[in-house]
């Protein structure tokens, strides 16, 4: 069983189209993280969150601690969107990582 | 700053042959480890080193081997490489004993292996 569940797998949006990615996760976590890798591309940190909520442009991460759940939003998307999206939790002093499957997401122009 | 960097890029191998993956960060991260990722799975924990002299096994250790001599380095060993080891390898690096904590990924090894 994966600690970190991801949905859906794969998604394609229309360009303009309003994005949800949704992550649960089963375990105990110090942070949430969302991660974004284009294709052939490394990975890089969109977000790291404990609780609550944040945003970069049109990117919004949420987490509900109780209900072990997490949202990345991609407001207006745009082609330069498409990527895998992957959902990631941190435990105990934060070194410990468990990665959800990813999100593959394709804006369509 | 260079972040995390990795060599190869891309490498084919035979059955049986050995090789090193290098991996090199240069921001004084104590936290440093080895990912493969393959299609469908989430990245998977090979070998991790929280400081210079310390290594320890992760998820799939079989088969790799690491060490850790300069907190800068972290190469990642195939002993006799096996097609099950075609895979896509990331380094990450860390700062270590901090609760929240991003990591820092270098931009992959595509391996195959025939």
């Known amino acids: 069983k994966n600690e970190v569940e991801q949905s859906p797998q794969n998604l394609t949006a229309q360009e303009g189209e309003f994005i949800t990615i949704n992550c649960s996760y089963s375990v105990g976590i110090s942070a949430l993280h969302w991660l974004q890798q284009h294709p052939g591309g490394g990975i890089v940190s969109l977000f790291m969150?404990?609780?609550g909520k944040k945003k970069h442009g049109r990117l919004i991460a949420t987490i509900n601690i109780q209900e072990k759940h997490s949202s990345l939003h991609i407001t207006a998307s745009h082609p330069r969107d498409s990527a895998v999206y992957i959902c990631?939790?941190?435990?105990?002093?934060?070194?410990?990582?468990?990665f959800g499957t990813g999100t593959s997401l394709t804006v369509i122009p | 700053n260079a972040g995390v960097t990795q060599t190869p890029k891309f490498q084919v191998l035979k059955t049986g042959q050995s090789m090193t993956l290098q991996c090199a960060q240069d921001m004084n991260h104590e936290y440093m480890s080895w990912y493969r990722q393959d299609p469908g799975m989430g990245l998977r924990l090979i070998h991790y080193?929280?400081?210079?002299?310390?290594?320890d096994q992760g998820e799939v250790p079989n088969g790799y081997n690491v060490s850790r001599s300069t907190t800068e380095d972290f190469p990642l060993r195939l002993l006799s490489a096996a097609p099950s080891q075609t895979s896509v390898y990331f380094c990450a690096s860390s700062r270590a004993g901090r609760i929240y904590n991003e990591q820092f990924f270098g931009p992959g090894t595509r391996l195959t292996v025939l």
């Open positions: 080193s929280v400081g210079a002299g310390i290594t």
């Open positions: 969150l404990s609780s």
């Open positions: 990631a939790v941190s435990r105990g002093t934060g070194n410990q990582f468990y």
